[in-house]
């Protein structure tokens, strides 16, 4: 189907940078699969992964997840690819040469690159998090050989409005806890004191944040007055689940953005510490789709000028460029864990940096 505004120019322009996009994915993550085989293969013998598992839970997920990774560095190189191939070819020449202005050209790309940052979006949203469960459970098991944490001590969260949860000992492995108190705060003063020698989750249960407390022993203080209860047994509706005591490696990957935005807000309004790793995450999958259009913007810009050394000058500097856009990806997001920069500043920081770029060579691009 033929969109009306699109001339054949723009259908060519598309064609050539999503065909050319595509191509250096599977050319450049085929290439990656070889050598991490090659370097992993020992470890997979000695720990003795089944081959099923290595192609099925570890591989099938690695290509998506590491295309959607490195989406940038392959949206220059495509870009700079086929754009410096016309310039040699003197069709940007022809193009302005029959009315078509700069600003003109720039469409198709564009909307190449609203392709790219929607797919991006998607898979970094919802697709990715799902794959990455199965990667990373891969790479502890067979790869790494670390084990995620199964129990906690002496863990302490707030559950709702003036409701401070205690446990001091959490078994990941039965979702038992040992030693739990619930205290229940009105004005800053303590009305409710809960204390139970054990907490086990109901895992079975289709109610969420089930409980089941034994040993239960209520002291309710109304002023002078204090009412004590006592029960053997007794299920109860607490806001917390065995996630929250136990922090897994990675674990922001694995979050879907609605299960990541729910987590944020939830550990916040527990007064949890530095949620910024997780924070960090969820604004970044916002801005690096948008990284397409300023990436091809400046990709375009370089190399729609022909060049007496061909493509190899242009394919440099895009490459220069993109690995320092993913080295400054690294680093803000390090300074908001480490040095308490802004989330929301580490996540759009790269893209507010590079825009100034895009519009400086946008200028000095010839017309």
Request: proline share 3%; charged share 20%; hydrophobic share 45%.
């Amino acid at each position: 189907m033929k969109i009306p505004f699109l001339k054949r120019i723009d259908r060519y322009i598309i064609a050539k940078f999503l065909g050319t996009y595509f191509f250096s994915i599977v050319l450049i993550i085929s290439i990656g699969v070889v050598f991490d085989f090659n370097e992993n293969v020992d470890r997979f013998t000695e720990s003795h992964a089944p081959w099923r598992a290595i192609v099925m839970q570890y591989y099938l997920n690695f290509i998506p997840y590491y295309a959607n990774l490195f989406s940038a560095l392959f949206v220059f190189i495509s870009v700079i690819f086929f754009t410096t191939k016309l310039a040699d070819g003197s069709e940007f020449i022809a193009m302005i040469s029959a009315g078509i202005s700069y600003r003109r050209l720039l469409l198709p790309y564009m909307i190449s690159s609203a392709v790219i940052a929607a797919l991006t979006f998607y898979l970094g949203a919802e697709v990715i998090p799902r794959s990455s469960v199965k990667r990373l459970a891969f790479e502890n098991t067979y790869k790494k050989r670390k084990k995620n944490p199964t129990y906690a001590e002496k863990v302490q969260l707030q559950v709702d409005t003036g409701v401070i949860a205690y446990m001091e000992h959490f078994d990941g492995i039965v979702k038992t806890g040992r030693h739990f108190s619930l205290d229940k705060f009105e004005n800053k003063k303590l009305v409710s004191h809960l204390s139970a020698t054990s907490a086990v989750y109901d895992t079975l249960s289709d109610v969420r944040y089930q409980w089941h407390l034994n040993d239960v022993t209520i002291r309710e203080l109304r002023g002078l007055r204090e009412k004590i209860t006592h029960y053997d047994r007794l299920d109860s509706i607490i806001r917390m689940e065995p996630q929250d005591f136990l922090f897994i490696r990675d674990q922001q990957e694995t979050m879907t953005n609605a299960e990541l935005r729910e987590y944020i807000d939830k550990q916040r309004n527990r007064g949890s510490g530095n949620l910024s790793i997780f924070e960090v995450e969820y604004y970044k999958r916002y801005a690096s789709p948008l990284a397409a259009f300023i990436l091809s913007s400046i990709g375009m810009s370089l190399s729609s000028r022909k060049r007496k050394g061909g493509m190899g000058f242009s394919l440099g500097i895009g490459i220069a460029l993109s690995a320092t856009y993913i080295l400054l990806q690294g680093l803000s997001a390090a300074f908001s864990t480490n040095a308490g920069m802004h989330p929301a500043l580490a996540a759009w920081m790269p893209n507010i940096l590079y825009t100034f770029v895009a519009i400086y060579l946008y200028h000095k691009a010839p017309k």
